[in-house]
């Protein structure tokens, strides 16, 4: 069964710069999370889809932040400009919506070192 | 590849019962195994371990790190009702791993009264 991917797994920018990453949901998932996750603390829910439309984007820093999630599937999360204290792994998450106790998989993560 | 795996998947025990979640990991370039509970919202974050024989303590949670035997264990005494939940597991690998967290598929606990 495949699982939540992301790409890239690794990116270094410097800052200012502008970064995208990407996310495809386990199929047949309609809900997808962005989390971003710093070193030693749990993710922080930065947007929440519910097939193509932005549930719960409370969390998103909408200044530099913007998501998409076209056709209800993938979902691309960007940062323009990236600031030094973005350096975290953002997750990508999907749940089926219908699950029993909000069970959601997640993906490998992005790693995001901003210089 | 790297993994992670999770026993049991899921396990059912009464009020006051003592339980034992395990995780055990083959992950290129080792830095951490965090522990999580997962409810309805975001996973809360439980404990992130580094060094091996460290016991780490909340309340009734404890966990430590085997880095010999590529494992770990999460302890609940006492259990209640409200730690019913699904405890995930995940290994953070340094940057030049294959992947930055892989993700155990996580024990499903459901605690009865």
């Known amino acids: 069964e495949a699982g939540v991917v992301q790409s890239p797994r690794y990116k270094i920018i410097e800052k200012k710069q502008p970064v995208a990453f990407w996310c495809n949901p386990i199929?047949?998932?309609?809900?997808l999370y962005w989390y971003r996750q710093n070193l030693g603390q749990g993710p922080e829910l930065l947007i929440r889809y519910e097939n193509e439309e932005a549930v719960d984007d409370s969390q998103l820093p909408k200044d530099r932040f913007s998501a998409e999630r076209l056709k209800g599937v993938d979902s691309t999360l960007k940062i323009q400009p990236a600031e030094l204290g973005d350096s975290a792994v953002y997750l990508c998450a999907s749940s089926s919506g219908t699950a029993a106790g909000g069970e959601q998989f997640f993906g490998p993560g992005t790693r995001l070192t901003v210089l | 590849e790297d993994k992670v795996v999770q026993s049991p998947l899921s396990l059912v025990v009464h009020e006051g019962d003592t339980v034992t979640l395990n995780c055990s990991y083959e992950v290129t370039n080792f830095r951490s195994l965090l522990w999580y509970k997962q409810e309805k919202k975001a996973p809360t974050f439980l404990f992130m371990l580094?060094?091996?024989?460290i016991e780490k303590k909340s309340g009734r949670l404890s966990s430590i790190l085997d880095k010999k035997e590529l494992s770990s264990i999460l302890n609940i005494t006492a259990t209640q009702t409200g730690d019913s939940a699904i405890y995930l597991c995940?290994?953070?690998?340094?940057?030049?791993?294959?992947?930055?967290?892989?993700f155990g598929k996580g024990t499903r606990l459901s605690v009865i009264a």
């Open positions: 995940a290994v953070e690998a340094l940057p030049s791993g294959n992947t930055p967290l892989v």
């Open positions: 580094t060094s091996s024989g």
């Open positions: 199929s047949g998932h309609n809900t």
